[in-house]
């Protein structure tokens, strides 16, 4: 295992009802007045958004309000959250939705508080000063409730990268699973499947001996295998919801990636195809995770064989081990497909003939040098083959 520091103090709410301790959690992380950022509407129509208003209305906290943020939010919506921020006074921000809502919401925090473009944080700038940040999620998926991350689309380029920082922790999070039963089906499978990739991401490591961590990713892909299908059957299933809900948080908030190294590969490669179509973060992650698996699979067959058996129930094969490694993967994308998720480039909606340029972006945009690296690094060459192998 490898030395490691871990300070994770976001408070939790979670439970039925627990949207309705919104003011309150406001006012003892030292909010006095507040930017209820949210996106496309679902928070208005499930009538969240008008229960969080009188939680801070109770608790004697104004707020202005700032909606319309797109899934892959776009860094347009984050300079003008900035300027409101700046003209209304505003000291605290409470993002209400998905890890969309989230990420921007983080963005505007750090943003508001700083002299320069805010993009600069997602140019490899650390977040250090931001405005504390409060979240009511109404999506398991992101894990940007408990993460020190944000993720934005930058609309000249159209550049989907990254930016990280404890300072933009959320102070609270507020997790009802009650409010993840009006998701469409889709949404409900794209979030388990970015879920299921923040562990896997974690599970292809190059340190040694790190079996509690790898015990406790197993233990939420086998929790993640077991409740996803029960809420695709049963929306309702509120049980089912908590328990992909706490995965969720669980599987980003880096609680099981402490003390090894890490690959986020796959999340690099399918950030340029939900950048360039638009598409489901978790969809295009059901696409491009087998493939990249496939590919990188020799660089340390056992590791791959190891989750086909104690997660997947392979039979582990000694003379052949790469059989087993393989198996594990296939039965991995026939599960994403048996939760409605594509299966390759078409049903995605990308196109053969953007591969020069997915690559490009991938591993020349914004200051990136030819390469990314993870568990392997990956030159242009090997990543145009990952992204034909997803044809
Ligand atoms: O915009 P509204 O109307 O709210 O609709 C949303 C959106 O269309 C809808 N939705 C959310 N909750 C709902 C609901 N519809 C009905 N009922 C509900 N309860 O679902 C759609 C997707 O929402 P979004 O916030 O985009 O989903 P998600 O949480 O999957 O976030 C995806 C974004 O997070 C980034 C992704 O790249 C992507 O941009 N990520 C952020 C990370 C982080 N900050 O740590 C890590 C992740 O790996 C990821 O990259
Ligand atoms: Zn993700």
Not at 103 to 116: L, Q
Not at 240 to 249: F, Q, S
Not at 349 to 375: H, M, N, Q, Y
Request: proline letters at 4%; hydrophobic letters at 40%.
């Amino acid at each position: 295992m490898e030395n490691f520091s871990f300070y994770s103090p976001t408070y939790f709410a979670f439970g039925k009802g627990a949207e309705n301790q919104a003011g309150n959690l406001v006012k003892q992380f030292g909010g006095s007045k507040v930017l209820i950022h949210f996106g496309g509407g679902s928070v208005v129509r499930s009538g969240l958004l008008d229960r969080v208003k009188k939680s801070l209305a109770d608790a004697d906290v104004p707020f202005v309000e700032l909606g319309g943020v797109k899934p892959n939010p776009r860094s347009g919506l984050v300079y003008e959250g900035i300027e409101l921020c700046k003209k209304e006074g505003v000291d605290f921000i409470l993002a209400v939705g998905g890890g969309s809502t989230i990420d921007s919401a983080k963005a505007i925090a750090a943003g508001t508080v700083y002299d320069g473009d805010f993009w600069d944080f997602y140019s490899g700038k650390p977040i250090t000063k931001a405005l504390p940040v409060g979240t009511v999620l109404t999506i398991a998926a992101a894990g940007s409730e408990g993460s020190p991350d944000s993720v934005i689309t930058k609309e000249e380029g159209m550049f989907k990268r990254g930016a990280s920082g404890n300072a933009i922790r959320p102070k609270f999070s507020i997790l009802n699973p009650a409010l993840t039963q009006t998701l469409p089906a889709y949404q409900t499978a794209a979030g388990a499947t970015d879920i299921m990739a923040h562990l896997y991401e974690r599970y292809l490591t190059n340190s040694k001996e790190v079996e509690v961590t790898d015990r406790l990713i197993e233990a939420l892909l086998l929790t993640m295998v077991h409740e996803t299908p029960r809420v695709i059957e049963n929306p309702d299933n509120y049980d089912a919801r908590a328990n992909i809900m706490w995965a969720g948080m669980m599987a980003h908030n880096n609680s099981c990636g402490v003390g090894r190294s890490q690959d986020w590969n796959s999340h690099n490669i399918e950030h340029e195809l939900s950048a360039l179509y638009d598409c489901a973060h978790g969809a295009g992650l059901a696409v491009t995770m087998p493939a990249v698996f496939k590919y990188v699979m020799h660089h340390n067959v056992m590791r791959f064989a190891q989750v086909a058996v104690r997660v997947w129930g392979c039979q582990m094969d000694f003379e052949h081990p790469e059989v087993t490694a393989l198996a594990g993967i296939k039965a991995f994308q026939n599960f994403l497909i048996s939760i409605g998720m594509p299966k390759n480039f078409e049903e995605l909606g990308a196109k053969e003939e953007d591969i020069p340029k997915l690559v490009s972006v991938l591993c020349r945009g914004d200051g990136r040098t030819g390469s990314i690296s993870g568990f392997v690094t990956l030159n242009e060459e090997d990543c145009t083959k990952i992204y034909q192998m997803m044809i």
